[in-house]
């Protein structure tokens, strides 16, 4: 099937520095849970965004030393040499569908907690931090903003080493660079603080040496939070924000400017559930940037719909199609626009269930998309199912989200399904869930799975079928998968009791 050609604006190629990407999407910076230590994962998880169709695909931060020890959290790093190895795999295996590869180079500043290496971070200011616990920084001198400044530089040319195309000096979310530029963090005194020059000063010649030590070999990008969303006492979008892109585009160092908003400690207002948040929401923050910066800008904003992403790049509004979150719900949402298969799209339903399993210091997961991170560990593939020989049949009893993934995968498999469900529709809990104020995004799971199961001939749906264990047992089918899902427990039994709480009562 043709593309739309109302979608060609999003398979253009663009020019970034000395590097050129095929089409203008682009999965930013994002956690996975892999970093630099499980490089098979982390190869194949961002190589299925790769083939998949993204132009351009980024590590997550990456450690730019063992003074910016990533514990507890699984962050990426590139200290040494075994550094480089791991993430070199990455790096081809993106070369190989002819996706650029970027790396965001990262020091948290007064947040790093260092609980491995047991360095005394260094910050703008000596504080504590609002991100990691029991963790005091120290106020880095003169020489120590200088050594800094060279491990940014040690780290890119590492960066170059691995094969990245395009390098960040990463300062959103409240890290180190946005630490010295916010008022909030820096109270220095020196050339380093005070007046909105000096607040610059430390990012803009990180920047600026960076820069001159990759030289052509990969393209400068900076990833700035253009609004913190603190008022005046930090970065704010058309104040400090506005001055600093314009700043570093008057000298002319950056290729690439990757936009959004907040600290790490208000991580929510950039990655917004869809429960609060809608597509595109930043586009306040982050409109009139492009015309400031005179380089290709990224913006996110959620976006699923190609609709949505056409109007972004037709208005202006930016250059490229920035995305974490629907990257990792559908790896194939540019193949399928670009095979006119919008019906395909596996939209993101902005749950956050990534954010929230990887900050609880796990792999991270998808509701929407059962294989993400397993494609290496277990070679799962979203869109390849292997066939079955003699495949025979299956009962499925229950269709919620497990039941429906089923049905449609083991009929992607060949198997004669039959997919029984008691209620008159299929979709399970979420077909309460969707109700709640701000929930309607999530019926995407059902609607999804719907129509993925009305394409395959294979798969049976019957709904109003209340089966027994008898009914199960005498159906017919070859093999049986149970997917009832739970009920809430309606007498009080949790972990703490280990028992029914007397006097409650939920079942009315």
């Known amino acids: 099937m043709a593309r739309d050609q109302k979608y060609d604006v999003l398979f253009e190629p663009i020019q970034i520095g000395p590097k050129t990407m095929k089409n203008r999407f682009y999965q930013v910076p994002h956690c996975n849970g892999a970093g630099s230590e499980r490089p098979g994962t982390q190869a194949a998880f961002r190589g299925m965004k790769a083939e998949g169709g993204w132009g351009g695909i980024c590590t997550e931060a990456c450690s730019i030393d063992h003074q910016a020890d990533t514990s507890p959290s699984v962050l990426a790093s590139l200290w040494d040499e075994g550094d480089v190895i791991n993430l070199r795999h990455m790096c081809d295996t993106l070369h190989k569908w002819g996706a650029l590869a970027g790396v965001?180079?990262?020091?948290?500043?007064?947040?790093?907690?260092?609980?491995?290496?047991?360095?005394?971070?260094?910050?703008?200011?000596?504080?504590?931090?609002?991100?990691?616990?029991?963790?005091?920084?120290?106020?880095?001198?003169?020489?120590?903003?200088?050594?800094?400044?060279?491990?940014?530089?040690?780290?890119?040319?590492?960066?170059v080493q691995a094969g990245f195309d395009i390098v960040y000096v990463y300062g959103s979310h409240g890290v180190l660079p946005v630490q010295f530029l916010s008022r909030f963090h820096n109270n220095r005194t020196d050339k380093y603080g005070g007046s909105f020059e000096n607040r610059a000063r430390f990012w803009m010649e990180t920047i600026e040496k960076v820069k001159h030590g990759i030289n052509d070999?990969?393209?400068?990008?900076?990833?700035?939070?253009?609004?913190?969303?603190?008022?005046?006492?930090?970065?704010?979008?058309?104040?400090?924000?506005?001055?600093?892109?314009?700043?570093?585009?008057?000298?002319?160092?950056?290729?690439?400017?990757?936009?959004?908003?907040?600290?790490?400690?208000?991580?929510?207002?950039?990655?917004?559930?869809?429960?609060?948040?809608?597509?595109?929401?930043?586009?306040?923050?982050?409109?009139?940037?492009?015309?400031?910066?005179?380089?290709?800008?990224?913006?996110?904003?959620?976006?699923?719909?190609?609709?949505?992403?056409?109007?972004?790049?037709?208005?202006?509004?930016?250059?490229?199609?920035?995305?974490?979150?629907?990257?990792?719900?559908?790896?194939?949402?540019?193949?399928?626009?670009?095979?006119?298969?919008?019906?395909?799209?596996?939209?993101?339903?902005?749950?956050?269930?990534?954010?929230?399993?990887?900050?609880?210091?796990?792999?991270?997961?998808?509701?929407?998309?059962?294989?993400?991170?397993?494609?290496?560990?277990?070679?799962?593939?979203?869109?390849?199912?292997?066939?079955?020989?003699?495949?025979?049949?299956?009962?499925?009893?229950?269709?919620?989200?497990?039941?429906?993934?089923?049905?449609?995968v083991l009929g992607m498999r060949g198997y004669d399904v039959h997919l029984c469900e008691s209620e008159n529709e299929i979709g399970g809990h979420v077909r309460d869930l969707v109700r709640y104020p701000g929930m309607a995004e999530w019926g995407r799971i059902t609607s999804y799975g719907k129509g993925q199961i009305d394409k395959l001939k294979n798969v049976e749906v019957h709904t109003s079928t209340l089966l027994d264990t008898d009914d199960v047992l005498n159906y017919g089918a070859d093999k049986v998968v149970l997917c009832t899902g739970s009920r809430w427990a309606i007498d009080g039994f949790s972990h703490v009791s280990m028992a029914p709480v007397p006097g409650i009562d939920a079942s009315a």
């Not at 509004?317 to 974490?324: R, S, V």
């Open 104 to 159: 965001e180079l990262w020091h948290m500043g007064a947040a790093t907690a260092n609980l491995e290496t047991r360095a005394a971070p260094s910050s703008p200011t000596q504080s504590t931090s609002d991100w990691s616990i029991a963790t005091y920084s120290h106020e880095a001198d003169e020489y120590e903003i200088a050594e800094l400044q060279d491990r940014y530089v040690e780290a890119a040319k590492r960066a």
């Open 217 to 408: 070999d990969a393209a400068l990008c900076v990833r700035i939070s253009v609004d913190q969303v603190m008022g005046p006492d930090g970065v704010q979008a058309q104040d400090d924000g506005i001055k600093f892109v314009k700043l570093a585009t008057e000298r002319g160092l950056v290729d690439l400017w990757d936009l959004n908003i907040s600290t790490f400690a208000e991580w929510g207002e950039d990655a917004g559930p869809s429960r609060f948040y809608k597509s595109n929401h930043q586009a306040p923050f982050t409109r009139g940037f492009k015309e400031a910066a005179n380089v290709p800008v990224i913006n996110v904003g959620r976006f699923t719909s190609p609709d949505d992403m056409a109007q972004v790049i037709n208005s202006g509004q930016a250059d490229i199609i920035g995305a974490a979150r629907p990257s990792i719900a559908d790896p194939f949402l540019p193949r399928k626009i670009d095979e006119g298969r919008t019906d395909d799209i596996r939209e993101c339903i902005g749950c956050n269930i990534c954010i929230s399993r990887w900050e609880r210091g796990a792999a991270m997961v998808c509701t929407q998309n059962a294989t993400a991170n397993e494609e290496y560990r277990r070679g799962w593939h979203p869109e390849e199912f292997d066939q079955v020989e003699d495949a025979g049949s299956v009962l499925v009893v229950g269709a919620g989200p497990a039941g429906m993934e089923c049905a449609r």
